[in-house]
């Protein structure tokens, strides 16, 4: 089945940076569009970022567009967000999805939740 392991979370500065990282089994990566979601607590999920199955089209919601930076690597079935200048209300646990076909508009498949990871940004 599908398994998604979110990486790299922690405690930050603000105007800091992390990379995180998921690694997906279970499916044959290379054919879904992948992407990164947030929530905040007592917030809402929040999809913040999209890639194409080829990684050659990304799109971002406005909160995190010009900050963050989604990538993939399909030989390794991972994908990865790259924050830089984070803000205290980026503070939310992390979680990527796989989508439901290899478009970087196609839904979130909401059934390939990983576990998360918590990223915090404090001083």
């Known amino acids: 089945q599908v398994q998604l392991v979110e990486s790299g979370g922690g405690l930050v500065q603000p105007g800091g940076s992390l990379r995180l990282s998921c690694a997906a089994s279970?499916?044959?990566?290379?054919?879904?569009?992948m992407s990164w979601l947030r929530q905040a607590a007592g917030k809402e999920r929040e999809v913040i970022a999209r890639?194409?199955?080829?990684?050659?089209?990304?799109n971002y919601s406005n909160s995190v567009k010009g900050r963050f930076t989604i990538s993939r690597d399909n030989a390794k079935s991972t994908v990865f967000l790259q924050m830089n200048s984070l803000k205290p209300e980026d503070t939310a646990v992390y979680y990527c999805?796989?989508?439901?076909?290899?478009?970087?508009?196609?839904?979130?498949?909401?059934?390939?939740w990983g576990q998360g990871t918590q990223v915090t940004v404090s001083s």
């Open positions: 999805a796989k989508l439901f076909d290899g478009t970087a508009d196609s839904p979130v498949d909401l059934a390939s």
């Open positions: 279970g499916f044959t990566f290379s054919d879904y569009g």
């Open positions: 890639v194409h199955s080829t990684g050659t089209i990304t």
